[in-house]
């Protein structure tokens, strides 16, 4: 059976299937609360299936899906509710006290800092494919990584 768009009915299924994850860890990252990155990601594939751009492949789903999330959560963090509120970092895992003071440390970090140190470390992406998905220059992700490092460096 075909949608209205002549795509297979489980295409967002299998669309959410191989993305759910990675989505969550992008959201969860720069939210820092579980609740938020839940709404985040809902609204993330909301956008999917209202927009249903056709994809090259795989990749570029994931990448343009990052995108999205990144620009929601900078959406987000805008709102005259958001900057009233503390985040909750119980909902962020950790093995030890150590970890937990690092994540403590990352979720501090300006926003334009946090994005590309989350891709980098978290997600494994290169600076190049952080440049992609951001839209910036790679020359400007190396910059906010070195400056992401150097903050950590005098955090911790």
């Known amino acids: 059976m075909q949608t209205q768009s002549n795509r297979p009915v489980d295409w967002l299924e299998s669309t959410i299937m191989r993305n759910q994850n990675k989505i969550y860890r992008v959201a969860l990252g720069l939210m820092a609360n579980k609740q938020d990155a839940e709404d985040i990601i809902q609204d993330a594939f909301v956008k999917l299936v209202e927009k249903q751009p056709n994809f090259n492949s795989h990749d570029h789903e994931t990448a ?52 590309p140190v989350h891709l980098f470390y978290y997600e494994g992406y290169s600076t190049k494919e952080i440049a992609e998905i951001t839209e910036q220059k790679e020359s400007t992700v190396r910059s906010q990584l070195a400056r992401a490092r150097q903050m950590l460096k005098n955090y911790l």
């Open 64 to 115: 343009w899906l990052i995108r999205v999330t990144v620009n929601l959560c900078k959406s987000r963090f805008r709102t005259r509710w958001w900057n009233k509120t503390v985040p909750l970092l119980d909902s962020y895992p950790a093995q030890s006290n150590k970890h937990q003071d690092i994540i403590e440390t990352v979720l501090a970090l300006p926003l334009k800092y946090r994005i």
